[in-house]
């Protein structure tokens, strides 16, 4: 009211509002809503200024250490109530908010690049019906009928596309693969713990392990599919993915075992058999999946029917189905040995 | 920790590549027959289709594009252990 009114249009004027200052420091930082314009708040804080400096004459045994005039920009340090007032605060509040967005649009765009998230999300497209069934299928694969996924025609009628995990129950699924990853590391982990030989780089070293389990299965399709010159349409991700499902054996394989030593039931023969058991069952499941993705010819309709004259020499196909049962036993007890015991 | 298991694979593929690129084209890899085909047929398809063609190819193939970023690499593991041990 000091001033005259040359700045600011009547109606426009700048309230006497003043923000108490408190004299003793609150504990809880009172986040306000961002304050109103550069321009009403300068005099906003010069009235702060010019209350503080009056309190301050007013009590001058407590030494306030100067906030008041000490450094007008930057040293204003009241109590947490009245930081946001201050212009600094709020600019640096925006640059963060701006570079957190900035952060978020790079990532966004960076990692769509990468990774496409909509073939992601057709691996997550999965119900509790789904779940259920597949699992039952994972651990008895002896029953199930027919393995073939379904495939319907796109829109434009050309190229066929396979059905989500939702309405077809052969598609393979990313969901429970990694839901078996996580909890076989934390498992592995728990059961290290009560044994009494837990540290923290256990959790580490069992995810590089697995992931590198993955890694080595995923490189041996790739390099059985070059060398024998198979071309399959399959993706990256359906590899991974039948990869993935190992993972339940190996936790139920580990559970059963675990259990049956603490009651004392058989002995080292029963959690062998308990592992063959589940060896057979993933061996049996792969065998039966992979045969669509490394014998692509033997089902009578390739997808999209582009290999309809494409026939295939006898002793290839032997070799193929040797690769693919090599890779189902031999290869899948391997890994999954490696896995239970580390 | 986790970073030491990746640093030994990526040590081990190293190595691995390294051991294809410097095999001897002419002393080694022609005395056993491991040759890229030198004629392509005229009209007819390449023997292609066998596993020991498609492995020919794929050695002579990682022998010619990774010599080059190999010598990078290696002068990059080279200083990395010499200087940090």
Known sequence: ?342 | MVLFGLGGLLYVAILFTNAIAILSEDRFLARIGWTASAEPGFGGARDDASVKARLVNLVSSVRTLMRIPLIVVNTFIIFYEIILG
């Not at chain 1, 009403?40 to 004459?57: D, N």
């Not at chain 1, 045994?61 to 040293?75: I, L, M, N, R, V």
């Not at chain 1, 649009?105 to 909509?118: D, I, K, L, Q």
């Not at chain 1, 396979?162 to 990853?181: F, K, T």
Request: hydrophobic share 40%; with cysteine.
């Open chain 1, 1 to 342: 009211m000091q001033r005259g009114n040359w700045n600011n249009p009547a109606p426009a004027h700048s309230p006497p509002l003043h923000h108490p200052v408190p004299q003793h420091v609150s504990t809880v930082p009172q986040l306000r809503s961002p304050p109103p314009p550069q321009p009403p708040s300068q005099p906003q804080s010069a009235y702060g200024y010019g209350q503080q400096q009056q309190q301050q004459q007013q009590q001058q045994q407590q030494h306030q250490g100067g906030p008041g005039p000490a450094g007008g920009a930057y040293g204003h340090h009241p109590a947490f109530g009245g930081f946001m007032n201050d212009p600094t605060a709020q600019m640096a509040t925006q640059m963060g908010r701006t570079a957190v967005a900035a952060g978020q649009e790079y990532m966004e765009a960076n990692f769509g690049r990468f990774v496409s998230v909509s073939a992601l999300k057709h691996y997550f497209n999965v119900t509790n019906f789904y779940v259920v069934n597949k699992l039952y299928i994972v651990l008895f694969p002896w029953w199930h009928k027919p393995w073939s996924r379904q495939q319907r025609l796109s829109n434009n009628g050309q190229d066929g596309y396979y059905l989500p995990p939702r309405e077809d129950i052969n598609s393979p699924d990313m969901y429970i693969p990694m839901m078996a990853l996580v909890t076989y590391i934390l498992l592995s982990t728990l059961l290290a713990g009560l044994r009494g030989a837990f540290h923290p780089e256990l959790l580490g070293g069992t995810t590089m392990t697995a992931l590198l389990v993955l890694f080595l299965e995923l490189l041996t399709i790739k390099a059985g599919t070059f060398l024998l010159a198979i071309s399959s349409s399959s993706q990256l991700l359906d590899l991974v993915a039948y990869s993935g499902y190992k993972f339940v054996h190996i936790i139920l394989a580990t559970l059963i075992s675990e259990l049956l030593s603490h009651l004392h039931i058989g002995g080292a023969w029963a959690s062998w058999l308990v592992f063959m058991y589940c060896f057979g069952a993933n061996a049996f499941f792969l065998l039966r999946s992979l045969r669509y993705v490394l014998l692509p010819d033997q089902t009578g309709q390739g997808v999209g029917g582009q290999q309809a004259g494409y026939t295939v020499a006898r002793s290839q196909r032997n070799r193929r189905t040797q690769f693919l049962f090599v890779y189902s036993y031999v290869v899948q007890f391997g890994f999954m040995l490696w896995l239970s015991r580390a």
